[in-house]
């Protein structure tokens, strides 16, 4: 019945057209209720489709539009295939390439290999059209490897780029070196640093980011390769470390375990310099704080700068290096958080991390000294207690701001108090976004209290969301390394800073002020110590530095923390 039906061209379910018009309608349900299809039908059709290719057998009548013929991925045009295979992953080319010989020879195509170097690289150079190896967008490493060495002679040592492949690019360096790329904090120590592993041009390179020379705190970052590694010979990658002043010599890169590596360099006798130690102190003092040791008067200065070159030059031959990530975004952050510049006393300029985590803002060293050592959280912002700072004549006075802010010390302190109790003695907190409390330098009356606080409240949000800010200049007495600092500011909060004795001994944390100036630049001054920080953004751009989550982002502060604990 079901053939009869399809050769009728009504369909199974319905039957013939003269046996249906002759039956009933019990006849009917009962030929409905067949099944479409039976094994007869399913030959007849396999042969129909192979014989004419459309499933219509001789004398049928069209049963409707034809369905598209199958076609195979085997099928499809040489360059039709590049075009797909080159927009997949590059970790799914190999596993691609196993399925056939066809494929496997397409994938030999270089195009292929070059738009994945693109995409997930950045790799932008043409292999064909490099006239000097290593060119990138900060320097031309022929000067690096040796100002002296003549082009002609330094062309001898340069990587046959001619018959090289973006296949063994992808595949020898790329691939092979990527959980290496991102920020890295070097473990010096108390000193720390900031390392930046990146993709530039045909190289991955590690940039040792140093902060601008001291009190500059607005310049731009100073940075020196330490290490680089490319491709001298055709799937053979090479390590070069970049230390020292007689050009790449011979190095090693070892991952460790996940967010950590290291670095070795074979050949430490390229560090030293042929005036000894002296030369290499005196270099290393116009390079890091870009002065000679002449200019350095302060006895104590000197002390530390010294120390800082003896303790360093220690590790000149092995790092390890940890990962760090940059602090999440939200946008309900007082400011964008990120790496910042700031002014730190004789210890000179240092590299510090601010993020926000509720109510709190938090500063985190990458670089330290030998009394705050990376890691170390220097100072911490309570975003509920916001800070009215007098007007400029009695802002000069110390006295007054010293007395302001120790009495919203003892606010805090009561409040933890009451919290530590019990949560029936516990204050309501209020949104640090939205009315923090409020402290000026003349205490509300009694009548209007309520009214009057939350009108200082409005008034102070009023200047920060106009843009125009309100006049700020430093008590008398305050020393600052940099006397250029911002006249005006949005906001300041009460906070706290780390200090400790030489060692990270005795550590406590001291009342303070956070004055927001801008959204690239803030200030804290420190009570105890009579002193003012300014802190500049770090106005770079870094890839692969985004945490995964605010999980990680937390245990990667605790980490770093914990090693110099």
């Known amino acids: 019945m079901a053939v009869c039906a399809r050769l009728c061209g009504v369909g199974p379910a319905r039957g013939c057209r003269r046996r249906q018009q002759r039956r009933g309608p019990a006849e009917t349900a009962a030929a409905d209720s067949e099944p479409d299809t039976d094994p007869e039908e399913e030959l007849i059709e396999a042969g129909a489709a192979t014989l004419t290719g459309i499933g219509v057998g001789v004398g049928a009548v069209s049963a409707g539009p034809a369905p598209p013929p199958r076609c195979s991925l085997l099928e499809l045009p040489p360059e039709l295939l590049v075009e797909i295979f080159a927009s997949l992953p590059g970790t799914d080319l190999p596993s691609l390439a196993q399925v056939c010989t066809k494929f496997r020879r397409i994938l030999h195509t270089d195009t292929i290999w070059r738009r994945r170097c693109r995409e997930e690289y950045g790799v932008c150079e043409n292999l064909r059209k490099l006239e000097i190896t290593g060119v990138s967008c900060r320097d031309v490493y022929a000067k690096r490897?040796?100002?002296r060495v003549k082009s002609g002679r330094f062309m001898k040592i340069l990587p046959d780029y001619e018959h090289m492949e973006y296949r063994d690019v992808y595949t020898c360096l790329l691939h092979r070196y990527r959980h290496i790329l991102g920020l890295w904090q070097p473990d010096i120590g108390p000193y720390g640093g900031l390392l930046n592993v990146v993709v530039d041009g045909l190289f991955i390179i590690g940039w040792m980011y140093l902060p601008p020379h001291d009190p500059h705190v607005d310049d731009p970052m100073r940075f020196k390769p330490l290490f680089r590694i490319h491709l001298m010979e055709k799937k053979s990658a090479t390590v070069e470390c970049m230390y020292g002043h007689r050009g790449p010599h011979n190095g090693h890169v070892q991952i460790v375990k996940k967010d950590e590596f290291s670095t070795k360099c074979n050949?430490?006798?390229?560090?030293?310099?042929?005036?000894?130690?002296?030369?290499?102190?005196?270099?290393?003092?116009?390079?890091?704080?870009?002065?000679?040791?002449?200019?350095i008067f302060h006895e104590h200065m000197q002390e530390l700068i010294l120390m800082k070159f003896i303790y360093t030059s220690q590790y000149d031959n092995c790092l390890t290096y940890r990962r760090i990530y940059l602090p999440p975004n939200?946008?309900?952050?007082?400011i964008k958080p990120g790496l910042f510049k700031g002014t730190y006393g004789s210890h000179g300029l240092e590299i510090v991390m601010l993020s926000f985590h509720g109510k709190h803002a938090r500063g985190t060293k990458i670089t330290g000294d030998p009394n705050?050592?990376?890691?170390?959280?220097?100072?911490?912002?309570?975003?509920?207690?916001r800070i009215q700072l007098p007007d400029v004549e009695n802002l000069r006075n110390f006295n007054e701001l010293s007395r302001i802010v120790l009495e919203v010390r003892e606010q805090v302190r009561q409040e933890q108090q009451q919290q530590e109790g019990g949560p029936e003695d516990a204050r309501v907190r209020?949104?640090?976004?939205?009315?923090?409390?409020?402290?000026?330098?003349?205490?509300?009356?009694e009548k209007g209290q309520e009214g009057d606080?939350?009108?200082?409240?409005?008034?102070?949000?009023?200047?920060?969301?106009?843009?125009?800010?309100?006049?700020?200049?430093?008590?008398?007495?305050v020393s600052s390394r940099n006397e250029d600092y911002p006249r005006t500011c949005r906001t300041c909060f009460y906070g706290t800073g780390l200090i400790a004795g030489h060692g990270f001994t005795s550590p406590e944390r001291t009342p303070g002020v956070f004055i927001l100036?801008?959204?690239?630049?803030?200030?804290?001054?420190w009570l105890e110590l009579k002193s003012f920080s300014l802190y500049s953004r770090v106005q770079a751009t870094f890839q692969n530095a985004d945490a995964p989550s605010p999980q990680a982002f937390e245990e990667m502060l605790k980490n770093i923390q914990s090693l110099t604990s």
């Open 372 to 385: 705050i050592p990376a890691g170390q959280q220097t100072v911490e912002i309570d975003l509920t207690h």
């Open 453 to 477: 606080g939350e009108a200082a409240a409005a008034e102070a949000e009023q200047p920060a969301q106009s843009g125009q800010g309100q006049p700020f200049v430093l008590p008398v007495g």
């Open 330 to 334: 939200h946008p309900d952050d007082l």
């Open 517 to 525: 100036f801008d959204e690239d630049r803030f200030g804290f001054i």
């Open 267 to 295: 050949q430490t006798d390229h560090h030293r310099m042929s005036g000894g130690r002296q030369e290499e102190f005196r270099t290393w003092l116009r390079e890091e704080w870009g002065r000679t040791l002449e200019d």
């Open 145 to 147: 490897i040796n100002p």
């Open 430 to 445: 209020q949104n640090p976004h939205e009315s923090p409390v409020q402290h000026s330098a003349e205490p509300p009356t």
